[in-house]
């Protein structure tokens, strides 16, 4: 080993130990959580009716802590509420225009319970599908809500909340397969304060059956958002050796000028810059995700990961892993919405 490397050796030693990694944020546009089979234009909703024996509280709610009865409660709240849920789901799917129509069923499962939720038959759903003209089945599997409210204590203002909690389940007959099982838990709540956080005397806060209305409706909103393309925020990571121009490059990420970074960061790149090599490389692997080119991501990572299996650098080789998994589920995800 000669005199420059062993010097350049000891440099990364002393740059890795000293190494800063930021966090920058981005936006994604993530296709929707439930793959939905191609051909499948129509859809059917269904509340299947189930509770487990110890969700036995639909008529009950809470009083500062106290467990109290409700009264002049409706005697079918619980397919009312269900029958909210599935409403609102509907008309998500349909401003989205997800299906081409969407048929609920009213009442197809009378109330029944049992210790295990088991799947929905085949031959049932294929019954069901058949006489709704329909390619698949979203069962609303059980469907559970509590509501409480608590007075002013302390200088802390009243509030009322509704948790509800909703089993989904998608039954594909032309398959035989479930595509989904999803439990799904939500908390909606009210108090005095506006957005802002400023104390408004004289709120109104929803009795009751208006807050059932509204959580169950929310909860079927929240579903139908496992369908849909959205924008979501991610954090990626960076490397700052304590190099003045690493430090620069990081001036320019937080700026946004990206081809200014990257100028940096290729003179860094080769392999005779030792482990900054690797940390310029991982970097130059997110600037090309910011510039939209999973490609030549992939390839600047890889790069990085050779040369990190060179250098034997575990953490490296950690992270150049987790970031080859989100690059790849990315990619996967730009082909679905390339699809649509």
Known sequence: MNRYTILIFIF??????????????IDIYKPGEIVVPAKVENVALVYRNFKFPGDSLQHYYKDNGRLRKAKNDHKSLDSLLANYCLKELASNLKSQNTFKRIHIFPGAFKPHSGKKLPSLKFNLIKKLTASSETDLLISLETFSYFFSEYAEQYEVPKSREVITAAVWAIYDPAGEKIIERKTMIDTVYWNSYDEEGKYLKKTKLPPRPSALKIASQLSGENYSKRFFASWQKVNRMYSVPPLPDFSQASAFVDEGKWDSAIEIWKRYAPDKNGKMAI???????????????ILTAWKWLSAAQELALEYKSKEDIKMILQYKKI???RKRDIDRLNQN
């Not at 940390?279 to 080119?293: Q, S």
């Open 12 to 25: 990364s030693l002393l740059i890795s130990s000293c190494t800063v990694y930021k966090e920058y944020p």
């Open 279 to 293: 940390n310029a490389r991982y970097n130059l692997a997110l600037a090309y995700e910011m510039k939209d080119d």
């Open 327 to 329: 690059l790849a589920t």
